[in-house]
């Protein structure tokens, strides 16, 4: 039985004793096609029932940013559009972290903070309308907003929407626990810049499941903040299957924001098509912590520049050209010495990369450790362009090579062929422990 009332001017439906507010019955609250007010306004009163669900029927709604609280779904009906307005002067600025330092951000155009039971649902869309945030970037005080963040929150839903431009990062789960991300497609322009598809970071129990990701960045990367972060956490327990990731700087992403801690990550049943890089790990000195127990499994990977790459002398961001950066000279242990070991690959079809088969380089006092391949089959393309599969100091660009290994221990090939291959298959010196059969 369907009641309907009156409640603080705003048409509340009762079923069964959740709470639905229509965003149309709050027309009233509109004005000049703005509906930030109108959405404020049923989240106060959503949250005056103890929570429940914002539909949003079919249409378009331009907005400024909509803050969830717990208890509250906001469900997109197929055909309703949330466009975001570009008039960056009216934004509300919040403190928030950007690649694991503080500072000032533009609030993001979903935005959650210490809620729980958030979910945003449906078959709608959700565009950022990331043109001028990301033209004059440059000219902004603080930094461009996410388009979905979700700060400090437990027991996280997204589902079935479409995402799409957004300013910078797509989805931030930063602090989480418990976040599923189900059957969401991302849609960003291959070169608008910093626009991640998805971004776990200093979170634990995430699964991705069933998403298409199509960026200007980095698919999915997982992070756990910088050496300059203030509240280190690790980022553990996460699934990522049956994904779709295309273009982007790479599939799947660990760091190189990785302070905190990466751990117990699985990647399964996915599909990556014409991402720079397949599976990319990266770090460097002074970040520390550990990068360990990734399994990757059943992958297929098409036209990408390299299908793995182990960084460990990653030079981008603040502090990138110092000489601890890309000195390989052997430093001494300490907290601030990163490390990656057990790594397990198995079951992985590449069907055409271009500048290596596989790069991996640890640092001389800290090799990668104990790395599995095995039922891998990688053939490379001879008219490929050279490229440089790794961001470190003093790297030549490649063409057609095979795995290089630097610094690695315990590294075995089990069952792995590679074809195409224009020089060595497998590129080792004397710091490498390795076992091929």
């Known amino acids: 039985m369907i009641e309907n009332k009156l409640k603080n001017k705003l048409l509340v439906r009762q079923n069964g004793g959740i709470t639905m507010i229509t965003i149309t019955d709050l027309r009233k609250e509109v004005k000049e096609g703005d509906w930030t007010n109108a959405f404020k306004k049923a989240v106060e009163t959503l949250v005056s029932q103890g929570g429940g669900t914002l539909y949003v029927p079919a249409g378009c709604y331009y907005t400024h940013s909509i803050q969830l609280k717990s208890n509250i779904t906001l469900y997109l009906e197929a055909g309703a559009v949330l466009d975001f307005t570009d008039d960056i ?121 069933d998403c298409i990701i199509d960026v200007g960045d980095d698919c999915i990367a997982i992070k756990s903040g910088t050496e300059d972060t203030p509240k280190k956490m690790p980022c553990e327990n996460i699934t990522i299957t049956n994904c779709n990731m295309l273009h982007g700087h790479g599939g799947v992403v660990i760091g190189s924001e990785m302070s905190g801690g990466v751990r117990n990550i699985t990647i399964s049943n996915c599909v990556f098509q014409e991402t720079d890089r397949g599976i990319r790990l990266k770090t460097r000195r002074k970040r520390g912590s550990i990068m360990e127990n990734m399994v990757s499994e059943n992958i297929v990977m098409d036209k990408v520049m390299c299908p793995f790459v182990f960084n460990m002398y990653y030079y981008c961001g603040a502090g990138g050209k110092e000489k601890h950066v890309w000195d390989k000279a052997a430093y001494p242990l300490d907290e601030t010495t990163p490390a990656i070991r057990d790594i397990m690959i198995s079951n992985i079809l590449v069907t055409s990369a271009t500048a290596a088969a596989g790069f991996m380089y640890g640092l001389a006092e800290q090799p990668i450790e104990n790395i599995r391949f095995s039922n891998c089959s990688i053939r490379m393309v001879s008219d490929g362009k050279p490229a440089t599969p790794a961001m470190m100091a003093q790297l030549e660009p490649m063409q057609g090579d095979g795995f290089f290994l630097r610094n690695v221990k315990g590294i075995c090939f089990s069952n792995v062929h590679i074809t195409g291959v224009k020089g060595e298959v497998i590129n080792t010196d004397e710091t490498v422990d390795i076992t091929v059969s």
């Open 89 to 209: 002067e009216n934004y509300e600025v919040i403190s928030m972290e950007f690649e694991g330092i503080a500072g000032t951000m533009y609030k993001p155009l979903i935005y959650a903070s210490e809620e729980e039971n958030v979910s945003v649902v449906g078959q709608g869309r959700i565009n950022g309308n990331g043109k001028r945030w990301w033209e004059e970037s440059k000219n902004f005080p603080h930094k461009r907003p996410y388009l979905v963040c979700f700060d400090r929150c437990k027991h996280v839903r997204l589902e079935g929407v479409t995402l799409e431009n957004s300013p910078v990062w797509t989805v931030h789960p930063i602090y989480c626990d418990d976040v599923v991300i189900h059957g969401v497609k991302i849609k960003n322009p291959a070169d608008s810049p910093n626009t991640d598809g998805i971004d776990p970071d200093s979170s634990k129990n995430i699964r991705i499941s």
